[in-house]
């Protein structure tokens, strides 16, 4: 992401598939709930950040999901999950001049920029209204009065509906159901 200049985006079609001749790497990624280890690992951080820049930048989102659990790196409603090819983040430019991305760097941080030469300062605000937190149970596994390990810390369940605040606009972007996962510990003899 170096500079792309767009009318419209895909992130997919941008990144290619996430795989190891193309130099990604293994790392946890969410398959139907459970974590594994698997190629591009971690590239949902990345659409996540660019998917927030669209937004302050008031770009009109035309695809984008959620994943299945809140993810931890992001406010619930505002990560963008992706997959290639079937799952993707998509938006266009609704302005009459060019934007840009700009993407670098910094350490272990990344940092993305929307700019257009006829954007002002102003930025949206991005409210999140979550409407239920659903708290996840605890579920042991064995029993006795031996060690406890805890396999899954387990996450909260949301309901959320995200909105882009303008001075006179308020415009509703999502509505998302994250599902609930149980904390889990073992008992071990």
């Keep these: 992401f170096r500079r792309v200049l767009f009318r419209s985006f895909s992130f997919n079609r941008r990144v290619g598939s996430f795989s190891r001749d193309r130099g990604f790497r293994r790392a946890p990624v969410s398959y139907n709930g459970q974590l594994i280890d698997d190629w591009g690992g971690g590239v949902c951080q990345t659409s ?28 619930p409603g505002r990560d963008a999950a992706v997959a290639f090819s ?8 609704p302005y009459s001049f060019p934007v840009r991305i700009i993407g670098d760097v910094n350490g272990n941080r990344l940092n993305l920029r929307i700019v257009g030469t006829g954007l002002t300062g102003v930025r949206p605000e ?14 042991t596994v064995g029993s006795g009065n031996g060690r406890h390990r805890v396999r899954n810390t387990g996450k909260a369940g949301y309901e959320v509906l995200v909105y882009r605040q303008t001075q006179d606009c308020r415009e509703a972007i999502s509505h998302d159901t994250y599902a609930v ?4 510990v073992e008992v071990q003899p």
């Design 48 to 75: 996540t950040t660019l998917y927030n820049a669209a937004l302050l930048a008031g770009l009109t989102i035309l695809e984008r999901h959620p994943h299945r659990f809140s993810p931890s790196y992001a406010p």
């Design 86 to 93: 079937n799952v993707d983040l998509r938006f266009r430019n």
């Design 126 to 139: 991005i409210i999140s209204d979550i409407r239920e937190l659903r708290p996840p149970q605890t579920f």
């Design 181 to 184: 996962m149980n904390r889990v």
